[in-house]
């Protein structure tokens, strides 16, 4: 498998909630709970905002959570506000590697 | 704090080979994998491999397996990452990673390293 399945692009206004999926197999995002999700603004590093399915580093406003059932992760950001704005990936380790999903672009 | 800072950009030809370096400082260098990651303009992120500065253990993405080579050197806290053969599809922002071995999570990132393959 080249990369995890996630939409495109993802849409709220300020205050509601999106929520973004990331389908793999049981290989992967399955097999493992090692999945952590990124987000990327233009021109910048990704940064680490859930990992673990859904434990957050710390700074990470608890806006931010995940789940996974089966072969599907999830990212939900709640209470969506402008600076949430950018690109989310998700990745999973998959037993002798990682592999990243193809990416959403969250507008707000 | 954490910190990983990478070299500039590189302009090569067609066939070539570039070598990449991340000084990492703020932390135990050997508890941590280094991962490196790419992006191809107005593309997604792809894993290319990782290592460990402790053991050395290394692991690569098939795609890239033959044409590159990661390495550490621990008196320096750098890691490395040499790229051979170069195709315009090598083209690409270059990160490195801080990998938890923990959670297979990349918790810091360098601030990318553009790459250009150009005749």
């Known amino acids: 498998q080249s990369a995890l399945t996630q939409p495109p692009s993802a849409s709220g206004s300020p205050g509601q909630s999106v929520t973004i999926s990331c389908t793999g197999t049981?290989?992967?995002?399955?097999?493992?709970?090692?999945v952590s999700w990124y987000q990327q603004h233009p021109g910048k590093a990704p940064k680490l905002m859930i990992y673990e399915v859904n434990k957050r580093p710390s700074g990470v406003p608890d806006r931010f959570s995940g789940s996974k059932s089966g072969n599907t992760a999830s990212l939900t950001v709640s209470g969506l506000q402008t600076e949430d704005e950018a690109d989310y990936y998700c990745s999973s380790y998959t037993g002798s590697s990682n592999i990243f999903g193809t990416g959403t672009k969250v507008t707000v | 704090q954490v910190l990983l800072v990478q070299s500039g950009t590189e302009v090569k030809k067609p066939g070539a080979s570039v070598k990449v370096s991340c000084k990492a400082s703020g932390y135990t260098f050997s508890n941590y994998d280094i991962s490196w990651v790419r992006q191809a303009p107005g593309q997604g992120l792809e894993w290319i491999g990782c290592?460990?500065?402790?053991?050395?253990?290394?692991i690569y993405a098939q795609r890239v397996q033959g044409r590159v080579t990661l390495t550490t050197d621990t008196s320096t806290t750098t890691g490395y990452m040499e790229l051979r053969s170069l195709n315009s599809d090598d083209a690409a922002v270059y990160y490195c990673?801080?990998?938890?071995?923990?959670?297979?999570?990349?918790?810091?990132w360098g601030q990318g390293t553009l790459v250009t393959v150009s005749s």
């Open positions: 990673a801080r990998g938890d071995p923990g959670s297979s999570s990349f918790d810091y």
């Open positions: 049981s290989s992967d995002v399955g097999g493992y709970n090692y």
């Open positions: 290592i460990s500065p402790y053991n050395g253990y290394r």
